[in-house]
């Protein structure tokens, strides 16, 4: 039996998953937002003994949301928790879960999971996209996921030079422009109310819906390109908002990528597809599959 958690912004799951990917048991609990550290470690504590005292596992898999130092398993930085920068999150996990426990970035993890127990089963390369409230991009490169110390998930590459100020304090991030707050802003100001998603906007059926899904399918694209060029992964395995929308949406952003990237006869055509594991446990699953990767 494998082990995962998941840290979340006001949120921990714990889950126990068998060689098959399948969830044998699920553990969650929530927090509140501005709690101390002393209260998130008692959460995340709880949380382990509840769902490894009785499903003992051969490891446990993390997934941060922030960047972590994979040796040490401590959190390095995380900008919606700030108060857990320096927390030895995999020392808490593995004390309290009884088991051997590593941490990693959740978008890497995601990749992990698809790798083991998805659409990237038996691909040597690909990438996996999360859409939607968060962005963020895990790469599997000729075998490896890629996880180089002090790297993200691809949300705060700069897409445009004299844009808008990110929550990690830079101009023009991907994040600023490819995420849900971006179109319902574009969408309020495009005087269509009551769109709170990406499943809302794409029933409309108004010209300034259309040209909102359209800017928004190129900002999504955007970081796509770019990690094209450099890794040519030709797979993109989508997730979040983007994997419910339907194939028109998707058909957007594939077009955009081929009008640009298609020119190498030696790479993969790039593709989207959609992620065949259920959306609530990627991440667990992806932590899962870092215990097969990394503890075996």
């Known amino acids: ?34 709690a101390g550290r002393a209260d998130v470690e008692a959460v995340i504590a709880d949380v382990a003994a509840q769902c490894f005292t009785f499903q003992r596992v051969r490891g446990i898999g993390i997934a941060c949301p922030g960047l972590v130092d994979v040796h040490t398993g401590a959190i390095v930085e995380l900008l919606d928790l700030p108060q857990l920068k320096g927390f030895p999150l995999s020392d808490v996990v593995a004390k309290h879960g009884r088991a051997p426990a590593v941490a990693e970035h959740r978008a890497r993890l995601q990749a992990m999971g698809d790798r083991w127990f998805g659409q990237g089963r038996g691909r040597r390369s690909f990438a996996s996209v999360t859409t939607g409230e968060t962005l963020g991009v895990g ?5 490896q996921v890629i996880a180089p110390p002090g790297g993200r998930s691809g ?41 709170t998603g990406l499943p809302d906007l794409v029933r409309r059926t108004e010209p300034a819906a259309e040209a909102v899904l359209d800017r928004y399918a190129d900002h999504l694209a955007l970081g796509l390109i ?71």
């Open 226 to 296: 770019n990690i094209q060029h450099l890794f040519a992964p030709g797979r993109f395995i989508v997730h979040g908002e983007a994997r419910a929308a339907g194939q028109a949406f998707r058909d957007r952003i594939e077009d955009r990528l081929l009008a640009v990237t298609s020119w190498s006869a030696e790479a993969e055509r790039p593709h989207l597809v959609v992620a065949d594991v259920d959306e609530d446990v990627s991440a667990l699953l992806g932590g899962a599959g870092l215990v097969l990767t990394r503890l075996g």
């Open 1 to 34: 039996m494998l082990g995962a958690v998941e840290l979340l912004p006001g949120l921990v799951r714990a889950a126990a998953v068998d060689d098959d990917g399948q969830l044998r048991q699920l553990v969650e609990r929530s927090f509140a937002a501005g």
């Open 139 to 143: 790469i599997l490169y000729d075998g």
């Open 155 to 195: 949300a705060h590459m700069i897409v445009a030079a004299e844009g808008e100020m990110c929550t990690c304090g830079s101009l023009g991030c991907w994040k600023t422009v490819a995420t849900t707050a971006w179109l319902r802003r574009a969408a309020a100001a495009a005087g269509l109310d009551g769109v």
